[in-house]
């Protein structure tokens, strides 16, 4: 079953015996696990055990799942890191005996929830104990989501906080934060603040509010030197060091910028289509939408430039002939001078 599902069911108070949570995405597992526990428990946490199964052989765990709950009516036991279902199990001092979780799975007890954690990016499916836990178990799939996807997640969470997001909005979110669902869920949760139930969050909005990372700062240092504002790009660059970013690191950001606009520009000569850019350089389609938009302030020779100065700078601070900050705002000096 797929995250969606299996949290609409538990939301209807569907909640079955065995459940095993596969995969890598964090931010599924830790909700799903949140959710039983609040429909299984409530406020009581008496009555939760957690297993390292790296630690616990997988018999102990099932002793405790079979122990009838001394308060309340249910028992919810939560293990973690089951080695065994990996192709190459990690070793441990300890044999798991796995008929005991078999013949369990085969017939478990209605006072306990028994809840396994799985979190690889692959499980071997062509053991015993994985074909019986894909049969009696609840089997959720957490894998991390693919970028292709991100846009309808954003979406999602979207129509969860009853708001409306622009296109150009998403496509800031999603080139910013990419796959980190966590992030997306706090950053959308602060847009539904701001804008409130059934508010429109406008390109603006993203851009005044999202949480300032390398990434985007990058972004608006490069506008900054297409501006030719220095004194805003200095005003940029004090705001990632208080962000303890460093020079060296910036100036591989800016490169990267630099060298995707030059990229562009020299597809959009030979008649690529921007698709086809993105699919050439494979790039996030805002990122090459970004670099055709700035393409036009530059000829070839200029982004030449820029990038041999980018790296000429990268080489002073790594042999240590300056101060890095220093530097960095000579650098953006003379960026400005050349754009």
């Known amino acids: 079953m797929s995250y969606l599902e299996v949290l609409k069911e538990l939301k ?15 931010f599924f597992i830790e909700n799903i696990k949140k959710e039983i526990i609040i429909r299984v428990l409530g406020e009581d946490k008496e009555n939760l055990s957690t297993y390292d199964l790296e630690e616990v052989p997988i018999q102990e765990v099932v002793g405790d799942v079979e122990t009838y709950p001394f308060f ?14 990996k192709a190459k199990p990690d070793k441990t001092p300890f044999e798991h005996d796995l008929d005991s979780l078999i013949t369990y799975l085969e017939n ?15 499980i071997d499916e062509r053991k015993k104990v994985s ?14 989501i693919k970028e292709k996807d991100v846009s309808s997640w954003i979406q999602s969470l979207a129509s969860q906080f009853h708001i409306t997001i622009e296109r150009d909005a998403v496509e800031i979110i999603e080139n ?17 603040t701001f804008v409130g139930e ?18 985007i700062s990058s972004l608006r240092l490069v506008d900054a030197v297409i501006d030719r504002n220095l004194h805003k790009a200095i005003s940029i660059f004090k705001d990632l060091e208080k962000m303890n970013e460093e020079p060296i690191a910036l100036i591989g950001l800016l490169a990267f910028q630099f060298r ?3 990229r562009v520009k020299l597809l959009k000569q030979k008649g690529y289509t921007q698709f086809q850019m993105q699919k050439q350089l494979g790039a996030h389609p805002y ?14 020779q200029k982004l030449e430039s820029i990038i041999d100065k980018l790296a000429n700078t990268d080489a002073v601070m790594k042999q240590g002939n300056m101060d890095k900050q220093l530097s960095f705002e000579l650098l953006l000096y003379d960026l400005i001078n050349v754009a």
């Open 287 to 300: 990122v090459i939408k970004i670099a055709l938009s700035r393409e036009k302030q530059f000829s070839v």
């Open 176 to 192: 910013e934060l990419s796959t980190n669902l966590q992030l997306l869920e706090s950053e959308l949760k602060k847009f539904s």
């Open 72 to 85: 309340g009516e249910k028992k919810l036991i939560i293990a973690s890191n089951p080695v065994f279902l």
């Open 260 to 262: 995707t606009i030059l």
């Open 131 to 144: 074909k019986v836990l894909k049969k009696h178990a609840k089997y959720v799939n957490c894998e991390a």
């Open 108 to 122: 478990p007890v209605d006072y306990s929830i028994f809840v396994i954690i799985a979190p690889y990016e692959k």
């Open 12 to 26: 209807t108070n569907k909640i079955a015996p065995v459940y095993l949570l596969y995969g890598s995405e964090d």
């Open 198 to 215: 059934g508010g429109l969050v406008t390109k603006e909005v993203v851009e005044n509010l999202i949480s300032h990372t390398s990434n």
